[in-house]
């Protein structure tokens, strides 16, 4: 069996810098690894809409922009396949059958869906399609028979929910559904990039986000504004790194060279912050230096973006060549499994050869 990824997005807005470090910065490397078979990266509409369903033009407004994130940041339609989720019906089959291996309790239970919920005061009136989402997203990753899905940890409880429905499917059937790995990002701060508020997770609803197609003036200013350390007021003072917004994104994008390029009086990261909280560094040039090592990342995701803008029918083109390939592989699961079900009865000579011989004994 060979190494198959898959992942995706809901398409609710663009792509930001929380993205990018949590799992699109770790798919391109995957993806250009050469060591996994396939790469699927889907765009998550139907899930989309499970919780925006007073906005369902926000969702189909924003298919193009995640697309052109995706390839802007590297994911490249040769080697990746990018698909919309809501063109695979079969995906939609495969869920009702699951269904049948998830109690309503065990749904209840999930953390992920139990914050969603109290985040969006769904309480008394959650829609079933939310409730129900963890099974779609089992449905999802195994009809591409995904060993791998690189996603944030937020994640975590619906992989978990995936792997017991494989085992419950596995075991009433038989061995058809592989059981996925989750894929974390490589680092705390990459995990939970934190808004430039210092909040908790970026958030288009709090404004705190960076994303990958703001301008490098629109990225300066908000870095200017990030939230760092209150105590920290003259240069001379003492500063925190805990909690600083700005060390907590040099956790997450910068490398040693970017010190010899940008701030050439430091070796790494680790005495920049440790000169930081003995005091005598000041915010404005951490800042400075931030700005300098995000440009590199954005700028060639920038440019990219620019190019693909230019043909927006291509960007269409691509998904739908993807969504076409991708049914393909999802079709030949789904056949699988309802040929362990035993569902496919038209093509199951032996049961109507069965019944028929029934019926010619009884007459
Ligand atoms: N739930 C994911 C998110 O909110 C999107 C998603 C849908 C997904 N199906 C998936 C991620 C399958 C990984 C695998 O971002």
Redesign the pocket.
Known sequence: MGKII?????PTGRLHVGHYVGSLRRRVELQNSGEYDKTFI?I?DA?ALTDNIENPEKVRQNIVEVALDYLSCGLDPAKSTLFIQSQIPELCELTFYYMDLVTVARLQRNPTVKSEIQMRNFEASIPVGFFTYPIS?AA??TAFKATT?P?GED?LP?IEQTREIVRKFNSVYSEVLVEPEVLLPENQACMRLPGIDGKAKMSKSLGNCIYLSDTADEVKKKIMSMYTDPTHIQVSDPGHIEGNTVFTYLDAFCRPEHFERYLPDYACLDELKAHYQRGGLGDVKVKRFLNSVLEETLEPIRARRKEFEKDIPEVYQILKKGSEAAREVAAQTLSEVKDAMKINYFSDAELIRAQAEKYSRSE
Do not use: K, P, Y
């Open positions: 898959l992942t995706g997005d809901r889907m998550a899930q997203q999802d990753i899905v996603v994640q619906m």
